[in-house]
């Protein structure tokens, strides 16, 4: 009997150490998203969070790089949070938002609504700069499972050794210095800040499908529901920018989503001038997105929207709340002036 239970717990043992060895070979190999790249570093950060939000952005660059939590709380007191991605298609933002609904109810989710031009999964490389850093649950296989291009593997999600092997050959100081941490942040709340200015020159043209893809307008009738579902109000924007372009046809279709489902719809290419944006001064990459200049101006206009018609309580002098933001800022302000 005990020479039974000897080979039970050599073999167990033997499991764990296998075990134990895939996984930490899994972590070296895996893209550590913190130094380079660092939009796949996002996702995962959510989870370091101590304090609720009473307003979560969704969607992509035009929320985690034109929004500023700090700007948010500083102004009005208002708790932020960005759950955005790099190109994070419709039904990833639908999933981001179940997953967050578990652990926290805000009061509003701000939806920018520029992905919905895709209808249909883009690409491997934002898939997993997206999902890699979400934890595991019911809204992580959905989301998986709905962003898939042809030639992905699930079972590659779910051991990432899969994928990135081949990597091993080709590691750099980065993955051996956050093989076990993830490190400092690399956002503030989800912001990514930008210092540079870069002016715009001119407007593209490019060639459009007048309506948006079925598909997307479909998840955004989910993403409502479960708004819906959880008392939360839901807020579409389209955040300034000269490119990509935000066709008429697309904004007309959205404000009359918008209005069927009793759900505000703000369109700020057209509120430029009342935000105070000028893509001279106030853009990083010729007016494809804010520089912090920018995203600090439509902080300071969108904050008075949602302090105003959503009744949004201000938390400045809540000691948990001034701590948290203490911290932040003075982190943000050596960032903006380095």
């Known amino acids: 009997m005990k020479r039974k239970l000897l080979i039970i717990g050599g073999v167990l043992l033997a499991c764990i150490v296998c075990f134990g060895a895939l996984w930490a070979v899994s972590r070296l190999c895996a ?16 989870y370091r969070e101590t304090t609720d939000h009473d307003v979560l952005f969704i969607g992509d660059c035009e929320v985690f790089e034109h929004f500023s939590p ?38 509003v989710v701000v939806y920018n609504v520029l992905a919905l031009k895709y209808g249909e999964p883009q690409s491997e490389a934002y898939n997993r700069l997206n999902l890699d850093g ?11 499972r709905a962003s898939m291009t042809e030639g992905e593997d699930f079972m590659s999600y779910v051991f990432p050794l899969l994928r990135y092997h081949d990597r091993i050959a080709s590691l750099t100081a980065e993955d051996f210095t956050y093989w076990f941490s993830d490190g400092d942040p690399v956002s503030f709340k989800g912001y990514v800040m930008h210092t540079g200015v870069d002016p715009a020159t001119e407007t593209p043209t490019e060639t459009y ?14 993403m409502a529901a479960l708004c819906e579902a959880h008392g939360v109000s839901l807020v579409l924007i389209k955040s300034p920018s000269i490119y990509p372009l935000w066709h ?18 703000d369109n700020m290419i057209a509120e430029n001038d ?9 853009t990083y990459d010729q007016g494809q997105h804010l ?8 902080s300071r206009y969108f904050g008075a929207v949602l302090r105003d018609e959503f009744g949004l309580a201000d938390h400045r002098g ?20 380095e």
């Open 318 to 337: 809540e000691a948990a709340y001034d701590a948290d933001y203490a911290a932040l800022t003075a982190r943000y302000e050596i960032g903006k002036h």
């Open 70 to 107: 700090v700007t948010l709380y500083n102004e009005y007191g208002i708790t932020s949070y960005i759950r955005g991605g790099a190109q994070q298609l419709v039904w990833q933002s639908y999933y981001l938002l179940e997953d967050a609904l578990l652990t926290e109810t805000p009061k």
């Open 291 to 298: 520089n912090v200049f920018g995203a600090e101006k439509l």
């Open 274 to 282: 009342a935000i105070g944006i000028d893509m001279q001064t106030d």
């Open 134 to 144: 979400m934890r595991w649950g019911s809204a992580k296989i959905g989301a998986i």
């Open 209 to 222: 499908e007048k309506k948006l893809p079925e598909s997307s307008i479909l998840w955004l009738e989910r």
């Open 248 to 265: 008429p046809e697309w904004d007309a279709e959205i404000a009359a989503f918008a209005k069927s489902h009793g759900l505000r719809y």
């Open 31 to 46: 893209p550590k998203y913190h130094d380079t790249l660092i939009d796949g570093h996002l996702t995962g950060e959510y």
